[in-house]
């Protein structure tokens, strides 16, 4: 067990000063410090006076087993080692497949995110990848999602690039209403993570099927809507009209320098338009490649997206661009564990996964991380790395 002493819990909504018993993988109690009485529980105790206390991060797009490979067999990028996740402060990932779905597969995904379980932290999967029909494991995305326990939704299916198989609407609503049913008949999500390119279609697909068909605009999920202002600026009626968007936050300075919002800035640029806070989510596109093509769709530059710039993007939100702390940490922890219906998950309370992180206010830098009731870093120092590692 574990007793964290009196720091000041934002939950994220701010709950003051609390002390937090944790054991057998949950916060057990959670009090004022002056109400709590240990007596002889075999408990370590972690200071916390002063540091915030904040839900472990919630990443909904991780490329774990590696991603890419748009520049040849030579740019396929790695695996995810697990002090990756440690040190931005992650505990929870959803894994997915990218452009490539024949050199990687499902089953490498599904085996990746029980390895990472098994290391400490906490895994998903999406079925599927950019592709159209979407490749399954077993039979069919409902086969997937109710007999595949890692299973909650299906992506990144990709709309807008010259990558995608350029879905039409009858498509993407079919997509939809299987992920929809077969989330209802598992108790999952079911969600369809939706890779929005850079083309000019922007998020129209996705209004589309909610417009000519049943399925409601929520069941999608469109990531990377911050890759340009004008997609950006689009992401706005797709809140409005009831849907929840994804702001990457692994960049380069070439990507920026090309129009790319950087997450945390479009974060503030989209709560200053008056858009619900519940209804945005960071995630770190994490092992992507992350190419750079000119505007004739050559490749131009490549490097590799990293999970550690989650925790970054909560950091820049509220000390670069003062947004407050309860909206920054939703967006890496509430929010998308809300959208991927992740029960116990991205939230401080009593029952919740004892999944958190302890920071310090002034630097933000992450000194203690917790993962399902176990330390997994304290005093800046990695307690456990992968066994590879
Ligand atoms: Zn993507």
Redesign the pocket.
């Known amino acids: 067990m574990i007793l964290i002493e009196a720091g000041e819990v934002y939950a994220p909504e701010p709950l003051g000063q609390q002390t937090i018993l944790v054991g057998g993988q949950q916060i057990l109690a959670m009090v004022p410090p002056a109400e709590l009485q240990p007596g002889g529980l075999p408990v370590t105790r972690i200071p916390a006076e002063g540091k915030l206390v904040i839900p472990g991060l919630v990443d909904a ?1 991780v490329h774990f087993t590696g991603g890419g490979g748009e520049g040849g067999f030579a740019t396929r990028t790695p695996e995810m080692p697990l002090s990756s996740a440690i040190l931005g402060g992650t505990t929870t990932m959803v894994g997915a497949l ?1 452009t490539d779905a024949i050199t990687r597969s499902l089953a490498d995904l599904l085996a990746k995110a029980r390895g990472l379980e098994e290391e400490g932290i906490s895994c998903y999967c999406y079925t599927g990848a950019y592709q159209v029909p979407v490749k399954t494991l077993l039979d069919g995305i409902q086969e997937d999602l109710i007999l595949i326990d890692k299973f909650v939704g299906v992506g ?1 299916v ?1 709309i807008s690039d010259h990558r995608s198989s350029q879905p039409t609407t009858q498509e993407l609503a079919r997509i939809g209403a299987q992920a929809r049913v077969g989330g209802m008949l598992s108790g999952k999500a079911g969600i369809v993570l939706v ?1 929005v390119g850079d083309e000019p279609g922007m998020l129209t697909p996705l209004h589309d099927v909610a417009n000519l068909t049943d399925v409601p605009l929520s069941q999608y999920y469109p ?2 809507v911050n890759r340009h202002a004008a997609l950006l600026e689009a992401a706005i009626p797709y809140t409005q009209a009831g849907g929840t968007v994804d702001l990457t936050t692994s960049t380069t300075p070439e990507l920026l320098a090309m129009g790319e919002v950087a997450a945390p800035a479009a974060l503030k640029q989209l709560l200053d338009r008056g858009v619900d806070p519940a209804s945005i989510t960071f995630s770190s ?1 994490g092992n ?1 490649s992350l190419p750079c093509f000119d505007a004739s769709g050559s490749l131009v530059g490549l490097t590799i997206g990293a999970p550690q710039s989650l925790f970054a993007a909560v950091r820049d939100a509220v000390l670069v661009h003062g947004v407050g702390i309860t909206p920054a940490v939703s967006a890496a922890t509430r929010n998308p564990a809300s959208v991927l219906k992740l029960s116990g998950k991205g939230r401080v309370s009593v029952g919740a996964d004892a999944d958190l992180l302890i920071v310090d206010p002034k630097t933000w830098q992450i000194e203690t991380v917790i993962a399902r009731g176990t330390l997994l870093m304290h005093h800046g120092q990695l307690l456990r790395k992968g066994r590879f590692e």
């Open positions: 797009l990218g990144e990709a890779h990531t990377h596109d992507a």
